[in-house]
């Protein structure tokens, strides 16, 4: 038998979790998350653990996720970092941005500077996780405080990823459109969750129609609009808006037994000195369609409000201000939704969306992907797969094209674990 393929084969793991979930007298229902799957949708190069009958899938109906709130402590910032006009990364908060309240109908056209004073980050650029790993490695001592002898892995979290990436599984079972691909590799135990571009999404990037490219363009001008570069200035509507700049925070928190590093970009902040600590002060900024008809209102409640709470609940940001825009791109009204109001506020829509599913299914996917990934290796990833309306399924690659750990990160990260052992000076 191929050593790879044994190796990896989920098949007598398989057995011991089914053993393992039945002696822990748990109801049989829990396990109908979990059925043989025998289609294989990647058969692709050096596809690992392609016995059929090893290969189990993570239902996303909603109705399997309707129990009590899992347990999410609040989100701690440990850090955040900074990528300059040209992506540069940097350990510091030197994009940060302060927000200056607007006027609450301003009137701020978001077309203007679309043609002469916009400098686009290049989309088809994949940068993975990189810039989190980078961050980790200048900041090690920040996420294991108790010191290494302690823990014999690299990092004392389970998970590592962006935000967006949680944002997307938080929104799984509510979403009839758009399907992902989460590439996970495990090394020195913690599981690196990091997403691959779908053929769909690839297509669609590709084929933009200008208005669309220009409407993108909005969200970040509506930005420009409302973000002072220091506490004292004021928003410059005539400068450049550049798209490769980000602020972006780096928090822990736990889900149920999961514990979680995340990163994720932060529009501004409360310019007030007096404001609460990060991630309290933090303001999502966003654009949307004005609603005029009671349909695009319970459409904005269904869909609009559903991933506005779920990326801001993630790292713990308060609240999101909202630039209300006509046809032609005109911000005519502002209003700031508060992120602990908002499931008060879709309770009157009939069959809405839930916080508890969301939170239950990425809880249940975390515990699936560690039954899964069991092979701890920077060269293995393991690709999860989901489209609507179908079960999560898996395959697994060895030095495949979706290998994303770099290797400074894993020379780095098995240089430091070495030297955990030897005597400090
Ligand atoms: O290359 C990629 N496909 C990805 C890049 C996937 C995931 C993240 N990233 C990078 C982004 O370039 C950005 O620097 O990570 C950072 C943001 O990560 P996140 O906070 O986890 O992402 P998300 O919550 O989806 O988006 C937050 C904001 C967006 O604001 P709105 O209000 O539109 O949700 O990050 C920005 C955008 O302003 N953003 C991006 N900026 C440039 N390129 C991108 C992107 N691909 N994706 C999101
Ligand atoms: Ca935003």
């Not at 999404?201 to 220091?230: I, L, P, S, V």
């Amino acid at each position: 038998m191929d050593p790879h393929r044994s190796s990896i084969s989920c098949h007598s793991h398989q057995s011991s979790y089914k053993r393992q979930r039945d002696d822990s007298g748990r109801s049989p229902r829990e396990n109908k998350h979990f059925r043989t799957n025998t289609q294989h949708q990647y058969r692709s190069e050096s596809a690992l653990g392609q016995n059929p009958l090893s290969c189990r899938t993570l239902s996303t109906r909603r109705e399997l996720y309707e129990r009590d709130f899992p347990v999410y402590k609040q989100p701690v910032e440990v850090g955040c970092f900074s990528l300059d006009s040209e992506r540069r990364f940097f350990n510091d908060s030197r994009q940060m941005r302060y927000y200056v309240e607007p006027d609450r109908n301003p009137n701020f056209n978001l077309r203007d500077g679309y043609r002469d004073r916009f400098i686009k980050r290049d989309d088809s650029v994949k940068e993975r996780l990189d810039h989190i790993l980078r961050w980790i490695v200048a900041n090690k001592s920040k996420i294991n405080p108790t010191g290494a002898a302690a823990s014999p892995r690299a990092l004392d979290v389970d998970f590592v990823t962006w935000r967006g990436h949680l944002t997307k599984l938080l929104t799984t079972p509510y979403e009839t459109r758009e399907g992902w691909l989460l590439a996970v590799t495990r090394f020195r135990g913690t599981f690196y969750i990091s997403e691959v571009e779908t053929e769909a999404a690839r297509r669609e990037r590709e084929n933009r129609t200008e208005r669309h490219e220009e409407m993108m363009y909005w969200g970040y001008k509506f930005e420009q609009y409302t973000c002072a570069d220091n506490t004292h200035s004021l928003p410059d509507p005539g400068g450049v808006v550049n798209t490769n700049e980000a602020f972006c925070t780096v928090v822990q928190t736990r889900l149920a037994d999961h514990r979680l590093l995340f990163s994720g970009e932060v529009d501004c902040r409360d310019k007030d000195p007096k404001a609460p600590a990060a991630p309290a002060c933090y303001v999502e900024l966003k654009t949307s369609a004005e609603i005029c008809t009671p349909k695009q209102r319970s459409n904005f409640h269904r869909f609009k409000l559903l991933k506005w709470w779920a990326q801001s609940f993630l790292p713990g940001v308060p609240r999101v201000v909202a630039g209300f825009r006509d046809q032609e791109g005109v911000v005519v009204s502002v209003e700031t939704f508060h992120i602990s109001k908002i499931s008060h506020l879709i309770k009157n829509e009939y069959n809405c969306w839930k916080p508890t599913v969301c939170m239950n299914f990425c809880c249940d996917f975390l515990s699936f992907v560690k039954r899964v990934v069991t092979e701890d290796s920077p060269r293995v990833v393991y690709l999860f797969s989901w489209d609507p309306y179908k079960d999560v399924t898996y395959s697994a690659h060895r030095d495949s094209q979706y290998c994303f750990l770099p290797h400074w990160y894993v020379e780095e990260m098995t240089r430091s674990e070495d030297s955990q052992y030897e005597p400090k000076a």
